[in-house]
Structures are given as structure tokens and as C-alpha cells.
T-cell receptor
């Protein structure tokens, strides 16, 4: 029982490149979400999903895309990376008591 | 605009004493509140929560108090232990959205 896993742990991108951050859970939760954590800003919700095939925007969705084809997986896509997207990204599952993955530290140069 | 605020970036407490972490919110639609603990290079872990229909919830050394009229919640840790040293985030929920505070770094001094 791995809980919530995220890959990669670290990533460096050049401006304009695209990439996908992976998130997988084995807790059978319908609700999954993505956050970014920046210094002095706490965690901010990017996108969330209430079940396979259903996604919605959070507080800071611009520049990110998500899809949910299975209950287990909720990938986050950066379409054209910008330095402002340098951050630590966390995936979480569960609606009331969320369980977080270990995070992905992304640097965009 | 920040809907959940933690105005104290840091707090130091002696081992065995009480730690009180505070959180304020602005949105009266929030109906569920949570506290998370975070160690460096790890994801946040859930600590304790409270529904808006309650004013207190206790779990071992951790107690959360909610004052809806003041839009204020607090986390009490008694007694504080060195292993409690971490960053604590409060969060508020309405519908499918969560809003987090900026965190308070707690240091428990042995």
C-alpha cells in the first residue's frame, strides 16, 4: 500500500519546454488534487478532480492542464514552462482528510 | 486575496509547555477546517480537523478550537515535544476547494 506517489522528485526545465508530473494513488479516493507551494504563499490549489472524467480549476490553474482517465492516476501537464512555475508541486487525494504525496521540486530556467 | 491567514511565521516553545498556533479566515462559507504538519522535503500530513458545527475537537495531545463569530481557529499542542518541530498549516474547505494558510514554523526547545 504505497498511498500517494509522485514522479519525478526533481526536474529542471528550460523555458518553453513541456512536461507531465505524475501522481498515482492506491487508496481508491475519488477526489484528487494538485497544489503548488511557494515561499510565503502556503499551498495553492491548481486543479482538482472528483472522479474519472471530471476535472475542475482551482485557485491558480493558468499554464496547467489535467485529465483523469482512471481513479488511480491524475497527471499534471505544463504546456509551456515559465520561470514563474518554479515551485514544489504536491498531489493529494481524499476530500475531507487529504493525503499528500512527497512532492516534485520543479525549476524552470 | 488570502482567505486563510496564519499571521505568525514562527513560534518557539519549551518542551513540555503548550504550543498555540493561530489561524484566521475571511470566508463564512468555509464549513470544515484542518491542520497539517509538514517536515522539510516531505508532503504535509493530516493532524486534526473540525467541522463548522463544532467548536472543539480533541485527539490526544492535539486540540483544535473554532470560534466562528471571530472567524478564528487555533491548534493547541500539550505537552509539546521536540518531535513536534515542523511547519503547521491550517486549511479551510468549502465544496471541493481547499484554501491553505502560509504556515507557522514551530520549534520545540528541549
Amino acid at each position: 500500500n504505497a498511498g500517494v506517489t509522485q514522479t519525478p522528485k526533481f526536474q529542471v526545465l528550460k523555458t518553453g519546454q513541456s512536461m507531465t508530473l505524475q501522481c498515482a494513488q492506491d487508496m481508491n479516493h475519488e477526489y484528487m488534487s494538485w497544489y503548488r507551494q511557494d515561499p510565503g504563499m502556503g499551498l495553492r490549489l491548481i486543479h482538482y478532480s472528483v472522479g474519472a472524467g471530471i476535472t475542475d480549476q482551482g485557485e491558480v490553474p493558468n499554464g496547467y492542464n489535467v485529465s483523469r482517465s482512471t481513479t488511480e492516476d491524475f497527471p499534471l501537464r505544463l504546456l509551456s514552462a515559465a520561470p514563474s512555475q518554479t515551485s514544489v508541486y504536491f498531489c493529494a487525494t481524499g476530500l475531507r482528510e487529504q493525503y499528500f504525496g512527497p512532492g516534485t521540486r520543479l525549476t524552470v530556467t | 486575496d488570502q482567505q486563510v491567514k496564519q499571521n505568525s511565521p514562527s513560534l518557539s516553545v519549551q518542551e513540555g509547555r503548550i504550543s498555540i498556533l493561530n489561524c484566521d479566515y475571511t470566508n463564512s462559507m468555509f464549513d470544515y477546517f484542518l491542520w497539517y504538519k509538514k517536515y522539510p522535503a516531505e508532503g504535509p500530513t493530516f493532524l486534526i480537523s473540525i467541522s463548522s458545527i463544532k467548536d472543539k475537537n480533541e485527539d490526544g495531545r492535539f486540540t483544535v478550537f473554532l470560534n466562528k463569530s471571530a472567524k478564528h481557529l487555533s491548534l493547541h499542542i500539550v505537552p509539546s515535544q521536540p518531535g513536534d518541530s515542523a511547519v503547521y498549516f491550517c486549511a479551510a474547505n468549502t465544496g471541493n476547494q481547499f484554501y491553505f494558510g502560509t504556515g507557522t514554523s514551530l520549534t520545540v526547545i528541549p
